[in-house]
């Protein structure tokens, strides 16, 4: 029996055929892997957004970072002084980077479990317009224990603290208001309202220039829904 000669064109076909398919494999089974890695992050993002507030999720506390666990004290201490919100994600108008979304799942894969409740610390404003300014990304352990997922933005200003003092009490604003009007009294030139100075003329301006500057900011305060603080 005589063996058939060898085709090399034909061997060849074969050969790309094959490579054909394999390539055809691999690509379905890429794209198989990327489409459930979407679904995943599609699932981290609603949980995100329509974040609920759950009091705890169940980590694994010897696999969590100590370094970022927060107690709800120090979150409202830094919130107080910053003029910050620490509120359910859902509330929050911003738009999360891909980042945090990868280190939440990161997370759920680490903890076998699917972290929901997520709280987010960032200036008021963030949860009405869009913005970049320093949010934290929080979830929470229990007890009043939080777990830092992930910081981005810009940094705040660095006279942010300064800035934000006066609306830390009504005490603090009335302090600022009294330094002002006695700043404006001492720019008003002398003999403005009368040819002789005296004390008594100073307190006088320094009294009308406090009730000046005090009615505006009661003004502001009413007209813009301000409030201090440890309110907001």
């Given amino acids: 029996m005589l063996l058939p000669k060898t085709n090399i064109e034909a061997k060849l076909t074969e050969v790309r055929k094959k490579s054909v398919l394999s390539e055809q494999h691999r690509l379905d089974e890429v794209y198989e892997i990327l489409s459930k890695l979407d679904n995943e992050l599609d699932r981290i993002e609603e949980n995100v ?7 705890n999720n169940k980590f694994n506390i010897n696999l969590l970072d100590r370094s970022k666990i927060y107690h709800i004290e120090d979150i409202k201490q830094i919130c107080i002084d910053y003029r910050l919100r620490f509120l359910d994600t859902k509330y929050f108008k911003g738009t999360l980077p891909t980042e945090a979304l990868s280190k939440i799942k990161a997370l759920e894969k ?3 479990i699917e972290v929901k409740g997520f709280k987010i610390i960032t200036p008021s404003k963030l949860f009405k317009l869009e913005d970049k300014d320093d949010p934290l990304l929080f979830a929470p352990i229990g007890n009043g224990y939080h777990y830092l997922i992930h910081h981005w933005g810009n940094d705040l200003h660095p006279l942010r603290k300064i800035m934000m003092w006066p609306f830390k009490s009504i005490i603090n604003l009335i302090i600022l208001i009294l330094l002002m009007s006695f700043l404006t009294t001492l720019g008003i030139p002398e003999g403005l309202f009368s040819k002789t100075n005296s004390n008594a ?6 009294f009308f220039m406090f009730k000046c500057i005090a009615s505006v900011v009661i003004f502001y305060g009413f007209a813009m829904g301000k409030n201090f603080n440890p309110a907001i």
Avoid: P, R
Wanted: no cysteine; proline share 0%; aromatic share 12%.
């Fill in 49 to 55: 957004t329509s974040s609920k507030g759950i009091l």
């Fill in 110 to 112: 680490e903890h076998n």
């Fill in 201 to 206: 003329q100073f307190w006088i301006l320094n």
